[in-house]
T-cell receptor
Framework: GENVEQHPSTLSVQEGDSAVIKCTYSDSASNYFPWYKQELGKRPQLIIDIRSNVGEKKDQRIAVTLNKTAKHFSLHITETQPEDSAVYFCAASMLSNTGKLIFGQGTTLQVKP | GAGVSQSPSNKVTEKGKDVELRCDPISGHTALYWYRQSLGQGLEFLIYFQGNSAPDKSGLPSDRFSAERTGGSVSTLTIQRTQQEDSAVYLC???FGTGVTGELFFGEGSRLTVL
């Protein structure tokens, strides 16, 4: 089955700096790669996703890149702000009626003011 | 309701007792997931229901864990003979089904503490 590895487990940056979180996946059939943000004590929420037919997707300060050949994808947050502090999870699945979403281990991002 | 509803929000039980956790997904969502999140850990996949298909139980950690989904809607996760290592937040999520859109909508979770 699918296995998703995520690095780093913790990341601390100064406000205004960029943050990058990387994930690798094992199942070459996976074609859907979302990122979820979980603030302390709250439920995970989708922040951005990418499908395998594109290599990059941006939404304001966040972007995701995908390298299908290498089976890895990354989340990039630019101009970080204290409210970006949270746990970020990457995930992978196959977009089909049988696909299930498997998550990485999570990255705790701390943005220092 | 507008979102995924889980109950109870908190459950404290004694080792060896059985517990049931309930999930009420968003109306119209055909896919339903259970995940487990231990303190400071990631989202561990437990079980996945998609429409009328047989559930994917590959993530259940032992035969003490079971889940059912009645009428394609409400789901119940049952843990028998609870152990201390079962203490965690159990998150339910639903979606339209990964064939349409992959976004999962999570509930607030049920925090289980086994003494």
């Amino acid at each position: 089955g699918e296995n998703v590895e995520q690095h780093p487990s913790t990341l601390s940056v100064q406000e205004g700096d960029s943050a990058v979180i990387k994930c690798t996946y094992s199942d070459s059939a996976s074609n859907y790669f979302p990122w979820y943000k979980q603030e302390l004590g709250k439920r995970p929420q989708l922040i951005i996703d990418i499908r395998s037919n594109v290599g990059e997707k941006k939404d304001q300060r966040i972007a995701v890149t995908l390298n299908k050949t290498a089976k890895h994808f990354s989340l990039h947050i630019t101009e970080t702000q204290p409210e970006d502090s949270a746990v970020y999870f990457c995930a992978a699945s196959m977009l089909s009626n049988t696909g299930k979403l498997i998550f990485g281990q999570g990255t705790t991002l701390q943005v220092k003011p | 309701g507008a979102g995924v509803s889980q109950s109870p929000s908190n459950k404290v039980t004694e080792k060896g007792k059985d517990v049931e956790l309930r999930c009420d997904p968003i109306s119209g969502h055909t896919a339903l997931y259970w995940y487990r999140q231990s303190l400071g850990q990631g989202l561990e996949f437990l079980i996945y229901f998609q429409g009328n298909s047989a559930p994917d139980k590959s993530g259940l950690p032992s035969d003490r864990f079971s889940a059912e989904r009645t009428g394609g809607s409400v789901s119940t996760l049952t843990i028998q003979r609870t152990q201390q290592e079962d203490s965690a937040v159990y998150l339910c999520a639903s979606s339209f089904g990964t064939g349409v859109t992959g976004e999962l909508f999570f509930g607030e979770g049920s925090r289980l503490t086994v003494l």
